[in-house]
């Protein structure tokens, strides 16, 4: 399956939002967006370029496809999904993309990125409902339970994500038993607990042209 591979820090600064795509490097004094806010390339600074509508909606669209690291046709396939559904599309959309396995996997401290949460579900750490997944776009449904394999408990570095998940808190829609290294989805997801900036609206009005 095709990925992104290039320098993750570089999403942000062309997005001009600090989109933690690097787990701790970017609380340090490392992360790239704090010493070059601006997009990367020869016109990166160049801030007093007005966009159009239709650029102002991409960019957007972009963000949050790159935020929960997706490529376009899988990302357009959430929305189509997200508008068949009843509610309203925009959130409809969110709420798919927060109930994917490896963001529930990153949300529960299990993982410091959702690109290492992604890793960790590829390579089989995980069982829901005491059945294993290894599909990073795995729909989670309120009462299921995520919990990492027996093997895996005494990985040093998932434990030291679950030491430092602290740090930027878990959802109230999610509970983790740090004892029994088990996640569990215990309701919806909030759209009030999704803090970063995104403008669903925008992505609604580029698809819908």
């Known amino acids: 399956m095709a990925r992104y591979t290039d320098a993750s820090c570089r999403m942000c600064r062309r997005e001009n939002v600090k989109m933690f795509l690097k787990g701790d490097r970017c609380y340090s004094d490392k992360c790239s967006f704090e010493r070059r806010a601006y997009a990367p390339g020869q016109h990166g600074q160049n ?5 159009s509508d239709y650029a102002v909606q991409l960019r957007e669209k972009q963000k949050v496809k790159r935020m929960y690291g997706m490529l376009e046709r899988q990302f357009k396939g959430f929305f189509q999904k997200a508008d ?5 599309t925009g959130e409809n959309l969110l709420y798919m993309l927060e109930r994917r396995l490896d963001n529930v996997v990153f949300r529960l401290g299990f993982a410091a990125s959702r690109n290492q949460a992604r890793q960790l579900v590829r390579h089989n750490h995980f069982l829901v409902n005491n059945r294993k997944v290894n599909i990073p776009s795995f729909q989670v449904s309120e009462g299921d339970e995520i919990t990492l394999k027996e093997k895996s408990r005494k990985n040093e570095l998932i434990n030291d994500n ?3 998940v602290v740090r930027r808190g878990i959802p109230s829609w999610l509970e983790l038993d ?3 290294f088990l996640g569990k989805v215990t309701a919806a997801p909030n759209r009030d607990e999704i803090t970063m900036p995104i403008q669903e609206q925008l992505i609604v ?3 819908s042209k």
Do not use: C, P, S
């Open 47 to 51: 801030r007093f370029r007005k966009m």
């Open 84 to 88: 068949k559904a009843k509610g309203v």
């Open 162 to 164: 679950l030491d430092a």
């Open 178 to 180: 740090r004892d029994r």
């Open 205 to 207: 009005e580029l698809y």
